[in-house]
């Protein structure tokens, strides 16, 4: 009876403790880890959404930039790090398809997380060098077929975004090219530019800048409508490019073991950072817009993330790409 007592004083007293945190929390600065180099299009992403959460918690979210092994290693970070609310991770939809490209990861994806909201789904563009030989998708899907020997595809690396979208395009299009893999989306992005490759495709987070300044050629948007931001360029299923779709979901998570109080105000502090005039007007521009309210809930992210594993392991298995 003792020992029973002396467990209920305990439990109680974490229970009271994690209350109090929760109204104090947060009391210094929150560590917001991008498993991606500075620059690219989730830092982009994540760089806007600190700003407004800043806003509301009253404390600053810090973006850390833990890049390399396709994310995994910015992963297992936040997996690793402490349960405090004080270390949460933005990740896209590499947190999905790590499972099936990697075979062995440092961490369990559906295990080792708090889930607290998805963010914003980011369509994504195909472009290429501004001195390509083509005026539009037609001749572009001609030339590079035409081509496809000495036809350069750059990417971000093992599971980018832009690696997942390049696969899915060669096999609508049943042709391979040289793949060109970079250590994060800022170095493709700048070869490009320079003309050392030919083309890729990338979030509008990262190419609405380059297209609206002339400086890269876009030949399609991969989702079902334009993209309001670059109304004047076509779907690749308008162009004959049929059931292509890839957007770039992003969703915040916290490690397993954050007490649920500060979950919860993480949770209500994402929901109202997106309703934010400033992230609203800044998403915009980059050509997307925040998720509605009832997607930025830990159901909502838990659920979509478990149905994306389901969804590209056995594409990215069919495909037999692995890292080590």
């Known amino acids: 009876m003792f020992r029973f007592f002396l467990k209920s004083i305990s439990l109680l007293a974490l229970v009271i403790a994690a209350s109090a945190q929760a109204q104090t929390y947060p009391t210094k600065s929150i560590t917001m880890v991008v498993p991606f ?144 893999p970079y250590k994060g989306t800022a170095p493709a992005m700048n070869d490009l530019l320079g003309g050392q490759v030919d083309f890729m495709c990338d979030q509008t987070t990262n190419t609405t800048g380059q297209i609206l300044g002339g400086k890269v050629k876009a030949f399609g948007v991969t989702t079902k409508t334009r993209v309001a931001s670059l109304k004047d360029i076509p779907t690749l299923a308008e162009q004959g490019l049929k059931d292509f779709e890839v957007g770039v979901w992003h969703g915040v998570y916290a490690p397993k073991g954050t007490p649920k109080p500060v979950l919860d105000k993480l949770v209500a502090t994402l929901q109202e950072a997106l309703q934010d005039p400033d992230l609203k007007a800044n998403l915009a521009k980059l050509g997307t817009e925040p998720v509605p309210q009832k997607y930025a809930t830990p159901d909502a992210l838990r659920n979509h993330l478990k149905a994306e594993i389901d969804k590209w392991g056995p594409l990215i298995k069919k495909a037999g790409v692995y890292a080590d």
């Not at 009253?58 to 690793?80: F, H, L, M, S, Y």
């Not at 947190?95 to 994806?109: C, E, G, N, Q, W």
């Open 37 to 180: 180099a500075a620059g690219g299009p989730t830092d982009t992403l994540g760089r806007n959404l600190a700003q407004a959460m800043t806003k509301i918690l009253k404390q600053t979210v810090v973006i850390e930039n833990v890049g390399g092994a396709g994310g995994t290693i910015g992963v297992n970070r936040v997996a690793k790090a402490g349960h405090d609310g004080y270390t949460v991770l933005l990740h896209h939809i590499g947190m999905s398809t790590a499972p099936a490209l990697y075979r062995t990861l440092p961490y369990k994806t559906l295990d080792d997380f708090e889930y607290i909201g998805l963010v914003a789904d980011v369509p994504m563009t195909l472009i290429a060098r501004g001195n390509f030989p083509a005026k539009d998708f037609k001749e572009f899907l001609t030339y590079i077929k035409a081509n496809k020997e000495k036809i350069s595809y750059a990417n971000a690396g093992l599971g980018a975004a832009s690696h997942l979208c390049g696969m899915l395009f060669m096999s609508a299009i049943q042709t391979d090219f040289t793949t060109v």
